[in-house]
């Protein structure tokens, strides 16, 4: 109960704070507008050629832009993070009763609305190009993402913690993030690729959830793609909020 | 005797890339209810360390630290909900305003919105913040934003509230300012604990404090009975150029008990006494008695750096600068 009211009052903290910031939210919202507007045009060709699965271009490239979208949202957090541990907000609140899970779920929280407002936006844009939307295929494909972003959110912000610095931070982020996003086939399919990437890619988490947001795409939701994208991202999602609280209760900030 | 912090052999080591450094070396402190308790030191010396598990923020490797009334490594949860900490870098946030950031800071120790709107009015009223209420943390002069983070400290009413170099960065008037509103905590009954390397502030501000270097307590005492413990008061005592007054004088108080020292320069007297304000009226009545003539009188204070100075063989004003040891 605790936790849940502490969350919530982080939470408007964290919304309140990023209206504030009206620029913030435009860079946020033209990214994946951008990657619609001016990368859609090159795969008009692509439907028909080995290895590119069926349904329309924008049925397989749109849930890769919703995937990158809550990556990038969740991998990004610890740079707040970093920037409250300077200013002295995290101690702070680490000094009050708080909850530890509220202090890390607060903001999580916060990012993964406004997610859903930019995917919502996303979708609508797509809606314009020629996508079709799957209703029942896309509130499951909502899950995945919520559960992808707070993931990403909690591993960051706890590497954040870990590290205490921008640039020991941003080198382990940035080091990690460009090998999943190539290996998970965000842009385009790994179908297209040799046997040997397709079959790397299947260590790769993030590569699981693109399988299945294709699938949920064009409205197939019973597929063992998508239980495969729930069984490796749900326990995974425990595991790492459990660690990232755990780095709360005892960070040396 | 009430204690609201007690430690006992308090410590904590850090591991760094040269090996292991002893941060904290056994440090054991009793803090009575209601007082202003300060840790003097060189940055390094292991103060904010020890503020740092005092106040939940850092695991204690070994020793106990009991706060307000709770075991720190037990039940931290207790501790936290009893005690307030403002640290050097305040931590309000900078887009919200000053009464947002109170409001939240109360909700997050439980008061439901009407009491913490009340609180958070107060507040801004016995701190000054009033007429800034609304306005954004980020418009904030240096003194409001550090007397915005004493109120978001004690914003739930503690028991004990910790401040980590209160006035780090504050021009003097400003300083003087947030002096006063730290006693008048006390005196409203929040026991005070705070970390300082400013001679000046330690004096004017503890009612007890102890000096801290290389993560041990050198001394621990009044203000007052630190710098006595030096070499007392200095009395200089300029005479009327008479014939022999410099050597009447000399004779007749070198033969008080309460001088310790005594040197004499021409018409100059210099005397170390133990309590300079007692010592004076008797030295003047003495020398009037004797109609030796005097034309000034000063009576001057040692300071607490002559303490650490006298303790550690280095001046607090140059020490920490050669410390390899991380900031405190």
């Not at chain 1, 964290?14 to 504030?20: G, H, P, S």
């Not at chain 1, 913690?161 to 931070?169: H, P, R, W």
């Not at chain 1, 239980?227 to 900030?253: H, K, N, S």
């Not at chain 2, 008080?256 to 004499?264: F, K, N, T």
Request: proline share 4%; hydrophobic share 45%; aromatic share 8%.
């Amino acid at each position: 109960m605790k936790t849940v009211r502490d969350t919530g009052l982080l939470f408007h903290r964290y919304t309140v704070q990023m209206l504030r910031n009206p620029v913030w939210l435009f860079v946020g919202f033209s990214t994946p507008i951008l990657y619609l507007v001016l990368f859609t045009p090159l795969l008009k060709e692509l439907p028909g050629v080995r290895g590119f699965p069926t349904g329309g271009v924008l049925q397989i490239f749109l849930p890769g832009i919703l995937a990158l979208l809550a990556f990038a949202s969740g991998s990004s957090a610890g740079f707040g993070t970093i920037f409250e541990l300077q200013s002295g907000l995290i101690e702070r609140l680490r000094v009050t009763p708080a909850s530890r899970f509220a202090i890390l779920f607060g903001p999580l929280l916060s990012g993964i609305v406004t997610m859903t407002v930019f995917d919502t936006v996303v979708v609508a844009v797509g809606v314009a190009f020629g996508f079709h939307v799957h209703w029942a295929g896309l509130a499951v494909l909502t899950v995945l993402l919520w559960l992808l972003a707070i993931l990403m959110g909690a591993f960051s912000t706890a590497t954040a913690l870990v590290t205490k610095e921008i640039s020991a931070f941003a080198a382990i982020i940035n080091g990690i993030n460009l090998p999943i996003l190539l290996l998970a086939g965000v842009l385009l399919p790994i179908s297209l690729g040799p046997l040997w990437l397709r079959v790397l890619a299947h260590v790769n988490p993030l590569y699981y959830l693109v399988v299945a947001a294709r699938s949920l795409a064009v409205g197939h939701i019973a597929t063992t793609a998508v239980w495969q994208a729930f069984a490796v991202l749900v326990p995974l999602c425990v595991l790492v909020l459990a660690w990232a609280t755990r780095v709360f209760r005892r960070a040396v900030a | 005797m009430d204690s609201i912090i007690t430690t006992r052999d308090l410590r904590k080591s850090f591991r760094s890339p040269r090996g292991s450094v002893d941060a904290v070396r056994g440090v054991s402190i009793d803090v009575e209810r209601g007082e202003i308790f300060g840790f003097l030191g060189p940055n390094g010396a292991g103060k904010t360390t020890c503020l740092r598990m005092l106040t939940t923020l850092l695991p204690i490797d070994g020793g106990t630290a009991v706060v307000a009334g709770y075991d720190v490594a037990a039940h931290p949860e207790k501790v936290r909900e009893r005690i307030g900490y403002v640290s050097q870098l305040g931590g309000a946030d900078d887009m919200a305003t000053g009464r947002e950031n109170l409001v939240l800071q109360g909700r997050l120790y439980g008061a439901d919105l009407p009491t913490v709107s009340a609180r958070a009015e107060v507040l801004m009223g016995i701190l000054d913040l009033a007429e800034f209420a609304d306005r954004k943390v980020k418009t904030y002069s240096g003194g409001q934003r550090r007397r915005l983070d004493v109120a978001l400290g004690i914003v739930h009413e503690p028991e004990v509230l910790f401040l980590d170099e209160p006035s780090t960065g504050l021009d003097p008037q400003n300083r003087a300012n947030l002096w006063d509103h730290v006693r008048a905590l006390r005196d409203r009954g929040t026991t005070i604990f705070l970390t300082t390397h400013y001679l000046e502030e330690a004096d004017a501000l503890c009612d007890r404090l102890v000096i801290m270097d290389h993560g041990e307590i050198v001394i621990e005492g009044t203000p007052r009975d630190l710098k006595r413990q030096v070499s007392g008061e200095s009395v200089v005592l300029s005479l009327r150029n008479e014939d022999g007054a410099g050597a009447r004088a000399s004779a007749l108080l070198g033969a008080q008990p309460y001088v310790r020292e005594l040197s004499e320069e021409g018409d100059q007297v210099r005397l170390y006494v133990e309590d300079g304000g007692a010592a004076l009226p008797q030295i003047l009545r003495l020398l009037d008695a004797d109609q030796i003539g005097v034309k000034s009188v000063s009576l001057s204070e040692p300071t607490l750096d002559d303490v650490f100075l006298r303790q550690t063989g280095r001046s607090l004003r140059d020490a920490g600068s050669d410390d390899e040891g991380r900031a405190a």
